[in-house]
């Protein structure tokens, strides 16, 4: 082999082995400051790279997963009143059942589209004994009482907090029915929720104890954070929270900004004078706009998604100093 020829050769393997190597020291380096600081990593949806979005079983994945601190869902209403969690309002393979215009009994043992996953076709639901003993009510829906398997269905929002908690893990919810407002032609599809509702949501998670130990009324409330699109939504909820936790309020609601360059960013500073949290997907947000919320007082997260992440973005808003990542993308975790 001359000495051109090995030079290059010399070259291609160098490429490589940055190419490949250094996200790794990058991940070994990062994951100790992660682990033992902010942000807080929150699973989108759960362990969605694995199972199907919002499901028990990516709930449980995320759970389990010692890389994530929590996991964010999305909560809608039935015609009866029972809170579920599920990212759109029509989740199953009849996309004209709508979950506000069902009561839970109708709508309980449907399976969940599998072409609603974020990321790819997930894996089978497989039930362990130790799942079943816990969640009976939710293995009697997926299987139908016995007579079915490899089935998704929806998931209650206190089977979602029974699962945070059974893992201590931080829950993040957000209020995703009526997000957009009143929309014409969906007024029973997608209806805006009453403050009344609004409060039932909050009850729900506050019942739920902490531990079987605790007496405090707030309940699980501790550990959960409340996102919205819909800035009406926030006032409310806060008021609510704040009977339970006055001291927290403002770190635990969040306004959710969907900041690019068609946004504003002077109305992101304008909420953070109003006193709101906000949680942005990731473009465009600055070190300024991070410093600027906890001057106030208040907290800041981004979400991501998959085409800016990666470590790059990550070493980004970690330096940046923002409060939690919301992702459904592990590899550049650990």
């Not at 006193?275 to 465009?284: A, I, K, P, R, T």
Request: hydrophobic share 40%; glycine share 6%; aromatic share 14%.
């Amino acid at each position: 082999m001359n000495k051109t020829r090995k030079i290059t050769v010399g070259l291609i393997a160098g490429s490589i082995a940055i190419t490949f190597i250094s996200p790794i020291i990058y991940r070994i380096v990062k994951a100790s400051a992660f682990r033992h600081g902010k942000p807080d990593i929150i699973a989108h949806r759960g362990l969605t790279k694995e199972f199907l979005d919002d499901t028990f079983e990516a709930f449980w994945g995320a759970g389990e997963n010692k890389v994530f601190d929590g996991a964010e869902t999305d909560v809608w209403r039935t015609l009866d009143g029972k809170f579920v969690v599920t990212h759109d309002g029509n989740p199953f393979y009849d996309k004209d059942i709508w979950i506000p215009e069902h009561t839970f009994d109708e709508i309980k043992f449907l399976p969940l589209d599998l072409k609603i996953a974020a990321y790819k076709i997930p894996a089978r639901p497989v039930w362990t004994e130790l799942q079943k003993a816990l969640f009976q009510n939710i293995y009697d829906r997926e299987t139908q009482e016995g007579t079915r398997e490899n089935v998704y269905v929806l998931c209650l929002l206190s089977e979602y907090i029974q699962t945070m908690k059974l893992f201590e893990k931080k829950a993040y919810v957000e209020i995703k029915q009526g997000s957009g407002g009143s929309v014409q032609g969906m007024e029973t599809k997608n209806p805006v929720l009453t403050n009344e509702q609004l409060e039932e949501i909050v009850t729900t998670i506050a019942d739920v104890e902490i531990s079987e130990s605790s007496d405090t009324a707030g309940g699980y409330l501790y550990y959960c954070n409340f996102i919205s699109f819909n800035k009406d939504y926030l006032p409310v909820v806060k008021n609510y929270v704040d009977s339970y936790y006055p001291h927290y309020v403002s770190e635990m609601v969040s306004y959710q900004v969907l900041l690019s360059p068609l946004a504003s960013i002077q109305e992101c500073y304008e909420l953070m004078d109003e006193g709101f949290s906000l949680d942005c997907m990731c473009v465009l947000v600055t070190a300024e706009m991070v410093a600027y919320s906890h001057s106030k007082g208040l907290k800041f997260a981004v979400w991501t998604f998959d085409v800016v992440d990666n470590s790059l973005t990550w070493s980004i808003y970690y330096d940046m100093g923002v409060d939690a990542i919301t992702t459904g993308n592990i590899l550049y975790i650990l």
